[in-house]
Structure formats: structure tokens, C-alpha cells
């Protein structure tokens, strides 16, 4: 179970959702991505995207402006 | 939809950052102050009232993380339609919202005039389709548009402080170019306005069906498309 950390701070919408499908893409099942954001839009539109994908999701407000996504590959 | 190590990692990660500074005195300050110029400004005209609807209206963008520009970017570059259909639902809103508005301020149905000057009617064209190419291109390279950005600036999303000289740059050119634009198009091109040809109410039950049927649409791309498969 390996945790891969993505930083995708200072980049707009939709950078860290392609940052993240790349990544996904090279990770085992059971791995954790962790993706660093400070746009708002990215809680919305990764989190939306990786809950129709069919794996686990979840996020957390670190300072005001600034998330972390947790994404569990899951198949 | 969550999982264990999903949890673990939150808990962890919550552990490590405790939260320096709470921003509610700052938010506090800020209201009473934006209360204290608009209770000011409102004898000298309308326009703090605006700025009131302004303020309202950025809140609710803020709180519900709404971007135009991902609603029309998304179906197309990743397949989702979630914020295209709230879109759709907020068209359908305000076109039952504005006839309530329109018939109220006017009393009298008949008076087509009047509704044509209180909902702002322009003109449609090849200047139309010419300026939503441009906006278009400009919002998906800033990562918003006009609401969107100015919003993010306020949230503190340091990259669209850039997007906003490019904004107020385009906002310049533009207006200083609108005269040709009006010569070569608008001035031609007919303007719309659907109540001119069938009566009022039916105008507006045959635009919420076609929102509700492209709510539909939507819905049906959103769960067939296979753009970004996992």
C-alpha cells in the first residue's frame, strides 16, 4: 500500500484531474494518491469524476484555500 | 464514498495541521464594514444595492465551488455533465423567476415593449458565435470566467491575479473596438425575442421544456461517454 503525493498547487482547473488520471494510471490497486490543491474547482470536479470512476474519495480543508484529495485506487 | 485507509490517512493528516488562525474575527470585521458603507451609500443612490446582490452573489459561488467554466469544459475534456445540469437548473429557475418578475413590474400582459426594455433583448448573429469562440478560449486558459476568477482572487488563488490584468486588458479592447463590431455586425443582425411570435406564457413553458429535455441530454452523455475511463 503505497501513498503517492501529487502537488498541484498553483494550478488551474482541470491540470490536477489530468495530473490525477495520469498518476492513477501508474498505481497498483490499494494505493493512496494524495493531491495537493489550492482551487476550489478541483474538490468539486476530481472528486465528482473519481466517485463516477467507481474508487474511493475523500478530502480535507488543511489551511483556509488549501486540500488535500485522498484517492484509493480501488480497481 | 470513503475507506479505511482513507480515514486513517484524514486523521493522520488533521493530527499534523492544526488550524493557526481562525478567519471568523476577519469576516466579522469585513461584514460590518461592507454594512456600514452600504447603510452610507444607500441615501446617495441604488447602486450599494447592487453591490449587496454583488457580494451575495460571490458567496454562493464561493460556498458551492459553481464555475461556468468548468460546466462547458468538463463534458467535452473529462466527460462530466454534474455542473453543466446545475447550470441548466439555474437557466430554469430564472426563466420561471424573470416571467414572475416581468409580469409583476409591468401588471398589464399585453405590453410587449416593456418587458423587451426590462429584460435586456439584443441583437443575435455571427458576432454572438465570434465572441462565445474567444470568451471560450480565454476562460478554459484562465481556469475561469468573469465570476468565477474574481471569486477565486477573493478565495486567494494566487495564479488569477495574472487572470485579472488579462481581463481588465480584454475589457479595454473591447470596448474600444465595439463600434466596428456594431458597423460590420450587430447593427445588421435581427434581434430575437420569441413573445413577439407566440404569446408570453407559452414562450416561457416552451423554453423550460427544452432546458428540462437538455437536463436529459445531459444526464444521458454524462453515464454513456467513455472520455477518461478509470
Keep these: 500500500m503505497a501513498e503517492v503525493r501529487l502537488d498541484c498547487m498553483y494550478e488551474a482547473c482541470p491540470i490536477p484531474l489530468l495530473k490525477a488520471h495520469k498518476k492513477l494510471q501508474q498505481m497498483e490497486i490499494g494505493d493512496v494518491l494524495i493531491l495537493e490543491t489550492d482551487h476550489n474547482c478541483s474538490i468539486k470536479n476530481v472528486v465528482d469524476w473519481v466517485k463516477k470512476q467507481g474508487h474511493n474519495v475523500d478530502y480535507i480543508e488543511l489551511n483556509e484555500g488549501e486540500w488535500e484529495i485522498y484517492i484509493e485506487k480501488a480497481k | ?230
Design chain 2, 1 to 230: 464514498m470513503t475507506s479505511k485507509a482513507i480515514e486513517e490517512l484524514k486523521r493522520r493528516r488533521q493530527g499534523e495541521f492544526k488550524k493557526k488562525n481562525s478567519q471568523i474575527p476577519y469576516a466579522v470585521i469585513v461584514t460590518a464594514i461592507s454594512l456600514i458603507i452600504y447603510t452610507i451609500c444607500i441615501k446617495l443612490n441604488h447602486h450599494s444595492t447592487f453591490w449587496m446582490i454583488g457580494l451575495l452573489f460571490g458567496i454562493t459561488l464561493q460556498r458551492s465551488r459553481f464555475c461556468f467554466a468548468a460546466s462547458f469544459r468538463d463534458p467535452i475534456l473529462v466527460g462530466s455533465t454534474a455542473i453543466l445540469k446545475a447550470i441548466l437548473i439555474a437557466l430554469i429557475v430564472s426563466t420561471i423567476g424573470f416571467t414572475i418578475v416581468e409580469y409583476a413590474s409591468i401588471g398589464d400582459a399585453g405590453e410587449l415593449d416593456k418587458i423587451r426594455t426590462l429584460g435586456q433583448v439584443y441583437p443575435v448573429g455571427l458576432h454572438t458565435v465570434i465572441g462565445a469562440i474567444m470568451f471560450g478560449i480565454g476562460m478554459v486558459i484562465a481556469g475561469g470566467c468573469a465570476s468565477g476568477f474574481l471569486m477565486r482572487i477573493g478565495e486567494g488563488f494566487l495564479l488569477q491575479v495574472v487572470v485579472l490584468f488579462g481581463f481588465l486588458m480584454g475589457a479595454l479592447v473591447g470596448t474600444w473596438q465595439f463600434e466596428f463590431w456594431d458597423k460590420i455586425l450587430i447593427s445588421k443582425a435581427p434581434t430575437v425575442f420569441f413573445p413577439d411570435y407566440v404569446d408570453f406564457p407559452i414562450a416561457t413553458i416552451v423554453q423550460v421544456i427544452v432546458l428540462v429535455a437538455l437536463y436529459y441530454v445531459a444526464d444521458w452523455y454524462d453515464k454513456k461517454n467513455n472520455i477518461m475511463v478509470m
